[in-house]
């Protein structure tokens, strides 16, 4: 069998399965969970054994400490990627839930409710908890899904795909809900996203490599997560402690995720009292700053920052700052520069935050608080598969709710016509 | 210049009017509309004479007659396009209609609320009042538009652009938020679909030739309609007036669009007394049967149905027959050879209708009505700008409020992580 066949063969078993979760009992679909996060629990030696031999590979294969950490499952972990599972038990199930609902003027009762999308394409790389998370998401919002890992995590992957579908056995829900494809040839990916008679949609979770090489030639629609260039601007009538202590959380906190800040605006207005005290925190932190020559002036010292660096997500405590005129200047900025994920304002200036928030164009946009929060646990979801940097379907963090799609049902009494 | 540079010209130029667009008053976008129909009422004449260059064309070009028809523009039908145009000014602005909003624990005022998208690509064939269509829809929903109408109505979606764009400059809204792409050559098609950077979705509106040539190679988002292959299933619980009626007039009261019957399942428990009525009232209106084997023995003068024809979008004034034993085959037929557009069960039996509601993979599902409301008129949505098949973003009717997505907005007093 080739590996079209091979793939076409998955696809015909999720979306069969499909059909069948998409009618299936919370209850039932809980129980599944629960039962899933119980092997992995049950079995962590087994895991451990099997994410060793990645282990190795990646020795071999000279991936970096970073990677390498990335790779590992330790007991910790396999107890914190089964409790994950828990967790999102303990959500609310979205589907069958009504969005909207009226009655025409001919008697037709026209109800819009959320249903499962139908079967999921998953393709990441790397950490091989991601296996489980979005098994567990996509099976309680009622998908089936179609895994794709990485190379350097296939044994893992394997181990935890198939102690989830062992789970499955012991419910009503077919196995084939769960699909890990075997082989790690890269082909397997550009089939994975032509497919679009078996595969609803097809979420890359990974580097800018991996979003091109599914974009370029998919068929299928696609929901990824592309960059996250924030930035956070600090107007004339901030409060400048409160603006000091959210640029520092949203640079240094955690400057490798796509919710940091990478470029500080600041009105010229109060330049001269804030950009000392926040360069001067940043730096004591270990941020490397590119300033504009306006900033040059009263940071003589530092680094210029080019045309590159207002287009850099530096994922790094590297931080580039530019002085700007006033709001609109703030926001032609954002709107030229930014990645549309989150973009904040630090302002008591009533005209000027509501002029922010409408024109700036952002998944997610802030008055007075850190970019950090653009996050499915932090905005109360509970778990998220992704952050989408998408404008269709689902933007910003995407969670349980995002995982499903609408359908109208129409109930009438011999309307016609 | 090159195709290439021309048409990110038109991309840069429509991606800064839409940043204006997206915060211009409700009132201005009505006052604008109102003008665009103006100019089309006024200008008649002129809109006529370039129509007939097209109409000169085509007939130089062996168009049918057909095709022709839909290319004509006169008097009545340019009056109906203005009057499409004001129909839509007084449609409810969707832009910051607030979806959920929620505080988080840690006192952040979280608000989900609806924004344009940004800039809307088109592409469409033959009928040229799309041009009219589509532009103010897009402009009533704050965005802009990129139009790439069919080279046999050139002329005619010049004009009518050309027309949109001079009520424009009465207005403060650029007349760069309405543009039309000048040149015929096909590969701008291609072009378009891969200028992510300044158009966000793209929505082609014609045959399967021109929707296989934008998915093909798109890389922008695309929101289609594929096929309507519409199923009406008549349980053994139904009304037979009630079945007769909706199956006629799913069937016969406009054949040619995508939520007109293209098979009718019956249970075969109803087949006897039905199947000879509906068979004679169809073929008294012209309906050509194609019957499964169990059907033949009830209508033995009928042609086969083959496999072939579950497959199949007549279109026309063909019908595939299929009794089946029961509600679960009915459904697995429908989910088999279904394009997940529009399905009706005819019956009075609650766990038939709710299995059907329920287990029907469709963007609407009927009980006791014609397929034919799934239209956005029939909704109650005012105007449309087509019907999707896709399952993401956009579900079914696609109106002013699909042509929005969501921002969130997040209220703050300090708050770091």
């Known amino acids: 069998m080739d590996l079209n066949e091979i793939i076409i063969g998955y696809g015909k078993l999720a979306r069969e399965a499909s059909h069948k979760l998409a009618t299936t009992l919370t209850k039932e679909k809980n129980r599944a969970l629960l039962l899933m996060s119980k092997k992995l629990k049950e079995n962590k030696e087994i895991i451990k054994k099997e994410n060793e031999k990645d282990i190795e590979n990646g020795k071999k294969d000279n991936l970096s400490d970073a990677m390498l950490d990335r790779l590992l499952l330790n007991d910790n972990r396999i107890e914190d990627m089964a409790n ?94 769960i699909n890990l494809i075997q082989t790690t040839e890269r082909e397997a990916v550009k089939i994975m996203t032509r497919l679009e008679e078996y595969i609803d949609v097809i979420i890359p979770r990974g580097g800018s490599g991996l979003i091109k090489a599914v974009t370029e030639h998919a068929t299928v629609p696609v929901i ?142 802030y008055v007075n608080a850190s970019t950090r929060f653009t996050d499915g646990g932090e905005f109360g979801f509970g778990a998220e598969i992704g952050i989408s940097t998408n404008k269709l379907h689902a933007r910003g963090p995407f969670a349980l709710n995002e995982l499903t799609t609408y359908k109208y049902i129409v109930l009438g009494n011999g309307q016609i016509r």
Chains 1, 2 share one sequence.
């Open 224 to 365: 990824f997560h592309d960059k996250g260039l924030c930035h956070v601007y600090v107007d004339c009538d901030a409060d400048l402690k409160m603006a000091n202590d959210i640029c520092m959380n949203a640079k240094t906190q955690r400057p490798g995720v796509c919710n940091a800040m990478e470029t500080l605006l600041i009105n010229g207005k109060i330049a001269d009292k804030f950009l000392p005290i926040i360069a001067e925190n940043l730096k004591k932190d270990g941020v490397e700053l590119r300033v504009c020559s306006r900033c040059k002036e009263i940071l003589p010292n530092e680094k210029d920052a080019t045309e590159l660096d207002w287009e850099t997500e530096y994922l790094d405590l590297i931080l580039s700052i530019k002085i700007v005129d006033n709001i609109d200047s703030a926001v032609e900025h954002i709107n030229k520069y930014g990645s549309k994920h989150s973009e904040a304002i630090i302002s008591n200036n009533y005209e000027n935050t509501t002029k922010f928030l409408n024109s700036v164009d952002a998944s997610t946009v």
């Open 84 to 177: 994950g599972i828990e967790k999102i038990a303990s959500l609310i199930d979205p589907v069958g839930e009504i969005i909207t609902g009226w009655n025409t003027e001919n008697g037709l009762n026209i109800k819009k409710i959320k249903v499962p999308i139908g079967v999921i394409g998953m393709i990441y790389e790397s950490r091989p908890n991601v296996t489980a998370d979005a098994a567990a998401l996509a099976l309680k919002s009622g998908n089936s899904i179609i895994l794709r890992g990485g190379k350097e995590a296939i044994h893992s992957n394997k181990i935890i795909a198939s102690l989830l579908k062992d789970a499955l056995k012991e419910t009503t829900i077919p196995e084939d809900a």
